[in-house]
């Protein structure tokens, strides 16, 4: 199949498209580069052995994604273009829902135009909200706790309203939980600007001396060791995923949620040991306050994802910090 890749060059859609190469698919990226760089391509090319077309554009722009559709005809489309922090969600929410809810609007349109109706979206665990009871099973009330979580579930409502009006739509929105770690290459991973909102990014800037020391929000949480806990899942497990999901959508209708996470969950301290393991040595860290909005726990039912796609994340907590500390340090000397 063609797939497009919005938000293509992002953490996550480079990983995708990766994988969807090596499942035999063919792929186009399609990024406004606002939260991502171009060289990434470059990169790509690196592990694939492929020119992968990249067109730079806006979701927004439902001219431009309707003559790329057709162009380079497309059969299905993975929309990972979003904005995704739910800190700047909450400050800027006509941002948030005017880039993730408009957005996806202005993609379905151009979809509709071009007859493309199949389509992953990436969704989030976050549109759980506060665990009625876990592990977050996909008939778990929804009832996000942030803006950010809230545009995730708008997008799932009007694809499932879609999806009810046309039954020749194919959708599935995969909720993610914590996507961390990189291409065994070193070659690709996450690359926050500025200081990172997420734990391992963070470790590995404390790991690599560019930050002194980590903040562990909170060690009275009732969990196993009193840091918050969740599930970690390796990016390249969730790039399969969407793999295991377009190869869904050829033989199935309708529209479901599905859980991309592992089922288990990693304390903040136990990354913090993982990843002290791969460097052989000590991660500087200090207990801070709980940050208001953090969950003490959660983390998936994934038997929904195994049933449905055969797909099952293998990759280890281990694989997860090793791979992170690769990138890490091949894009410091890259820099
Ligand atoms: N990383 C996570 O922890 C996580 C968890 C759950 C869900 N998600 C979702 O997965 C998707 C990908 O996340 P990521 O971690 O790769 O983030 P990312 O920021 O690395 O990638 C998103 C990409 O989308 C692009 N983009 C944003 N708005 C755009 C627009 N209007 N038009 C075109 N391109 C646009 C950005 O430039 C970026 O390259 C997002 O939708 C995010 O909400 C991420």
């Known amino acids: 199949m063609i797939i497009l890749l919005t938000g293509g060059t992002g953490y996550i859609g480079s990983h995708t498209a990766i994988a969807a190469i090596a499942a035999g698919h063919q792929v186009v990226l399609y990024d406004n580069l606002s939260n991502s760089h171009a060289q990434v391509i470059e990169k790509m090319h690196t592990i694939t052995h492929q020119k992968i077309p990249f067109v730079q554009g806006d979701v927004l722009n439902t001219e431009l994604l309707y003559k790329t559709l057709v162009e380079y005809k497309i059969d299905a489309v ?69 803006v950010y979580g809230r545009t995730k579930l708008q997008i799932e409502e009007v694809l499932r309203d879609l999806v009810d009006s046309d039954s020749t739509w194919r959708i599935l929105a995969l909720r993610y939980f914590n996507p961390v770690g990189a291409h065994a290459s070193g070659l690709i991973g996450e690359n926050p600007q500025g200081i990172p909102n997420n734990l391992m990014p963070y470790v590995a800037q404390v790991a690599a001396k560019e930050l002194p020391i980590l903040h562990i929000f909170g060690d009275d949480y009732a969990t196993k060791d009193g840091t918050g806990e969740r599930d970690y899942i390796h990016v390249m497990d969730l790039a399969e995923g969407h793999t295991a999901a377009i190869d869904y959508l050829i033989n199935h209708e309708g529209f479901r949620c599905i859980n991309l996470g592992t089922g288990s969950a990693f304390s903040v301290l136990d990354l913090v040991k993982s990843f002290e393991h791969v460097l052989g040595s000590k991660i500087p860290y200090q207990i801070s306050p709980r940050r208001h909005g953090d969950l003490p726990k959660y983390f998936a039912d994934a038997s929904l994802a195994h049933e449905l796609l055969n797909w099952k994340a293998h990759r280890s907590l281990l694989d997860m910090c090793h791979t992170t500390w690769i990138f890490k340090k091949n894009s410091k000397k890259g820099s």
Not at 83 to 98: A, F, G, Q, R, T
Not at 104 to 113: G, N
């Open 78 to 146: 993975i929309h990972l273009a979003g904005l995704k922090s739910v800190k700047d969600s909450s400050e800027y929410p006509i941002n948030y829902y005017h880039n993730n809810v408009s957005g996806t609007i202005s993609l379905l349109q151009a979809m509709s135009r071009a007859g493309v109706k199949k389509l992953v979206f990436s969704s989030s665990a976050t549109v759980y909200g506060e665990p009625q009871y876990l592990p977050y099973d996909e008939n778990h009330p929804t009832t996000p706790i942030n």
